[in-house]
């Protein structure tokens, strides 16, 4: 039987936890050897003598014993579970390591002994924003891989044109698939006091912006996470956009187009509690494409006729236009979902792959 070097990755996420499992790959014949005056079980047996798939409680250690519950999960692998606290972990990740084993990274482990296309289905699942965002995830296992064999098979096969269509047909879900393992970027601009900081305070339900009346108070981009039906939104709050602005305030304004120059989405806030200005013409000018948010609806409009038939109607303090507004947001993120069949790439090298596939 093939034997590997030893290994020992944690599964579990970092920090403290109820429990965590540690998951031991190599030649279990030297490990059981080896922790034999380290791990007691209860019922006398050396880990090479316990059945596969038998939990095995015992203890870690001579003095001051940690519960364990080991698992021979198959010929050259065994989990340990163990309390969740970090100290735990690092103990006996320690004694593996005198040992022989080499402490690794889980998904290093598992490319390993799985190969990298599991590998990446399992990392970008770990990393899943959302449940509906993990539930995407979850029924591409196997689907890339099968994917890429089949359009190599057409190009070695001189099809290469009916492959890169294809190749094309997957790529076109590329930031719907890197969007599953990061939040969408929705950026809010407008002039100071519009109510940017108010509005996203609403939108994630809790006070994370710095609210003040007077001008310039917001000089950074603020960040705050909501979920918005289902989706991972990263909701940014910037500088005030004006041209009077003194020097530490243009730095903070800069840091801000460039901010919503990138963004996934755009928001211009106007207050129409004030008559128009000249920044906000030059705003809607220089951002035709940007959602349009009619801010502080509940005192009186002073923008009339003026104010652009697309813009929405919101008002923080009431709540009046949120649902619409959310709507909006999500409809301008995720227009079309991919039909339940498709093939969604979820990584850079998927993505460079397709690529390559589509080169003459």
């Known amino acids: ?35 034999a005056g380290i791990f007691q079980a209860a019922s006398g047996r050396s880990l090479e003598e316990t059945p596969l798939q038998r939990i095995c409680f015992g203890q870690w250690g001579r003095d001051a014993a940690e519960d364990v519950v080991v698992c021979r999960t198959g010929p050259d692998a065994c989990e340990i579970h163990c309390h969740g606290g970090d100290t735990a972990v690092r103990r006996i990740l320690a004694d593996l390591q005198r040992l022989g084993s ?55 096969g001189g099809q290469r044109e009916p492959a890169a269509s294809r190749a094309n047909e997957m790529l076109a879900w590329a930031n719907f698939g890197s969007h599953l393992t990061r939040p969408w970027e929705v950026v809010l601009a407008g002039r100071p006091n519009v109510g940017k900081s108010s509005l996203i305070n609403t939108l ?25 039906d289902g989706w991972a939104i990263r909701l940014s709050d910037t500088a005030g956009q004006r041209g009077s602005a003194q020097d530490l305030e243009a730095a903070g304004i800069a840091r801000a187009r460039e901010a919503f120059a990138a963004a996934d989405a755009r ?19 220089e951002w035709p494409d940007a959602i349009v948010v009619a801010h502080k609806v509940d005192l009186p409009d002073a923008w009339g006729e003026a104010l652009p038939k697309q813009a929405i109607r919101v008002s923080s303090l009431q709540g009046t236009g949120l649902r619409e507004l959310s709507s909006i947001i ?9 039909p339940d069949e498709a093939v969604t790439p979820l990584t850079d090298r998927q993505r460079s792959e397709l690529t390559a596939l589509t080169r003459p």
């Open 102 to 156: 080499e402490v690794v990274d889980w998904r290093s482990q598992l490319e390993a002994e799985r190969g990298v296309w599991d590998r990446e289905h399992a990392d970008a699942l770990s990393r899943a924003t959302t449940l509906r965002s993990a539930g995407w995830i979850a029924v591409q296992v196997g689907r890339m891989e099968r994917a890429i064999a089949e359009l190599t098979e057409l190009v070695a």
């Open 204 to 228: 994630v339900g809790f006070e994370r912006s710095i609210v003040f009346d007077q001008p310039g108070t917001t000089r950074d981009v603020v960040t705050a996470d909501t979920v918005l």
């Open 330 to 338: 999500v409809a301008r993120l995720v227009p079309t979902l991919p």
């Open 1 to 35: 039987m093939t034997t590997f070097p030893l290994t020992a990755a944690v599964w579990t996420p970092s920090g403290r936890g109820a429990v965590s499992t540690i998951r031991v790959r190599g030649d279990l014949a030297t490990l059981s050897e080896g922790i």
């Open 267 to 285: 928001l211009l806030l106007f207050d129409i509690s004030q008559p128009p200005h000249a920044d906000d013409w030059q705003l809607l000018a």
